[in-house]
């Protein structure tokens, strides 16, 4: 099999058209009248990202009598520390902006009795989210400067002398290699699933909280690149309802119920508040045998009941259909909740690109937003929305002069046939990736070690994935659907070796569970700083940043 090339030029190209990839295109839009945009997108804008099947609250609003400074101490205390405060600050002053542009163009957001937004707790509101992504979608139909790549693989970025002027992609159902150049590039692939063996196994090892189509490709195509990164040994682990790993934030805020163990007791205040100190108690609590854990909804009212029922059906049909067929609806029945498998991603917790305020990367070029870009935690989807914002206005200042089109295009066509025309494997990128998931689950702190991990482990972990690595080079592939499979395979080993570094350069544990190192169990405030890297000549550089304060801005 021969691959056709197509090459193509935009002044703006994003990668990745979910929630921060679609609303740059359109807030770049709004501000320009002549540029042109492009987005890249694996699947289909339509129903792509984190928001695919919808959502029911948005957890990042300034609600009335709170400031978005208020926003920066609430993310600060949860991430213990570890966080850009001038990201932060940017962020939350763009929150409710865009709210109201999702509103004008059809959100359905509830109100209070009084006509304001319906607010669940002190940052959030509620919505009729199921259409969310077909909204941005249609509004990014609508604008005749945005054309829409769906079903590519992005693969690689184009880099002359450390500025990126472009990407390699690869037709998900048909043998092209799209070679796209342009004057500024914007990274919005999201985060990292499938790194870690998942709480279900075999076929239905892709019902997780994280899209499982989401592999880490921006995040590992700036690792190659030499891109800095961030704070990517701070994980995320979705504390979530046992078997269907539907949210708990509907429960807990929505009706109130609290954390408890077997014996009915609550234990929430014994381990902390704070996202990963939730998740640690219930693993303290099961492994102490006090479990299974749930959250407390026995003698909730009716009409909170038939509340959560509608409020699931907008993005976790399974939960509502779990209580409907099993006849156990959550106000007879207290709900079982258990930990994910580990994720990196940069929207809950600060791993991802190291950026400037502008969310430029250390690439001159290249930009980040969303779940792709460090630092700043707790952004959700109004945050990748005001993320992308901030990117594009940037964008339009750093653009200038003409095109670049430079590009050695030949050598990366000839790896992606080898793929294809290479002689059958005795691996298969299913194999290797259940292989990699296993080495990543024992050794690097994943379900199966109860989130701990070692040093030993650690550079135990370190060889495996070398070892599988090798062996995937030696996979081969029957259509591009397969080579797709092979392609992701690679985007989460490389990030795999950064999260091993990273994971092993803390030397405490501030986050328990997310990061629990059992050689360094215990905080220590001389680990106020970031923990970076960088691929120098084939090995992972540790870098070491001091923090950024409120007032202060940082500046590559």
């Not at 769906?150 to 070679?179: S, T």
Request: hydrophobic share 40%.
């Amino acid at each position: 099999m021969e691959l056709s090339v197509r090459q193509m030029s935009t002044d703006f190209l994003i990668l990745g058209g979910g929630t921060a990839g679609c609303y740059a295109a359109l807030a770049f839009c709004e501000k320009d009248d002549t540029h042109s945009v492009l987005i890249a997108e694996k699947a289909n804008i339509k129903r792509s990202g984190c928001l695919a099947a919808g959502v029911n609250a948005l957890n990042a609003y300034i609600v009335k009598g709170r400031t978005p400074e208020d926003y920066v101490d609430y993310a600060r205390a949860d991430a213990h520390g570890i966080v850009r405060e001038d990201l932060l600050l940017t962020m939350a002053r763009g929150l409710n902006k865009t709210v109201s542009y999702m509103e004008k163009i059809g959100l359905v957001i509830l109100k209070d009795e009084n006509g304001a937004y319906a607010a669940r707790g002190n940052r959030n509101i509620k919505i009729n989210g199921e259409n969310i992504k077909p909204l941005l979608a249609e509004a990014v139909g609508k604008e005749p400067r945005i054309s829409v790549l769906n079903k590519v693989n992005v693969i690689e970025y184009i880099v002359k002398d450390n500025r990126v002027i472009g990407a390699y992609a690869v037709g998900v159902c048909e043998p092209v290699l799209y070679v796209i150049f342009a004057k500024a590039v914007l990274c919005a692939t999201g985060g990292a699933a499938g790194l870690y063996k998942p709480n279900h196994a075999g076929f239905s090892r892709h019902k997780m909280w994280y899209p499982p189509f989401n592999t880490g490709a921006g995040l590992a195509m700036g690792i190659r690149a030499g891109a800095e990164m961030t704070t990517l040994e701070m994980r995320f682990i979705a504390l979530r309802c046992k078997d269907t790993i539907a949210p708990t934030g509907t429960l807990a805020q929505g009706a109130g119920a609290r954390q408890i163990n077997a014996r009915g007791v609550e234990y929430e205040q014994k381990y902390g508040t704070t996202t990963s100190q939730r998740l640690h108690g219930t693993v303290t609590e099961n492994a102490q045998g006090r479990g299974p854990c749930y959250l407390r909804t026995v003698g909730i009212s009716k009409e909170q009941e038939e509340d959560l029922k509608r409020a699931y059906l907008n993005m976790c049909p399974s939960q509502t259909l779990k209580w409907v067929e099993s006849g156990k609806t959550p106000s007879v029945q207290n709900v079982e909740i258990e930990g994910t498998e580990p994720y990196i991603m940069g929207g809950h917790t600060a791993s991802g690109y190291w950026v400037d305020t502008d969310r430029e990367t250390t690439l001159k070029g290249l930009f980040a937003a969303g779940d792709a870009a460090g630092g700043c935690p707790q952004k959700y989807v109004t945050g990748a929305f005001a993320e992308g914002e901030i990117a594009a206005n940037a964008v339009l200042k750093y653009m200038n002069g003409e095109i670049p089109m430079i590009s050695d295009w030949e050598s990366i066509k000839q790896g992606i046939e080898n793929f294809l025309n290479g002689a059958d494997s005795e691996y298969t990128a299913d194999l290797l990736e259940s292989e990699m998931q296993a080495v990543m689950d024992e050794y690097a702190g994943g379900i199966g070690a109860s989130y701990r991990f070692s040093e030993n482990g650690l550079e135990t972990a370190a060889l495996k994935i070398g070892e599988i690595e090798k062996k995937a080079e030696l996979l081969s592939a029957k259509d591009t659907r397969e080579l797709v499979y092979i392609y992701e395979l690679k985007e989460r080993l490389t990030l795999a070796k950064s999260v091993i570094a990273h994971l092993g350069a803390r030397k405490e544990t501030r986050w328990n569970s997310f990061a629990e190192n059992t050689d360094y169990p215990n905080k220590n405030d001389s680990w106020l700083r970031f923990v970076n890297s960088r691929l120098e000549n084939g090995g992972i550089k540790i870098i070491f940043r001091e923090l950024v304060k409120l007032g202060e801005t940082y500046e590559h």
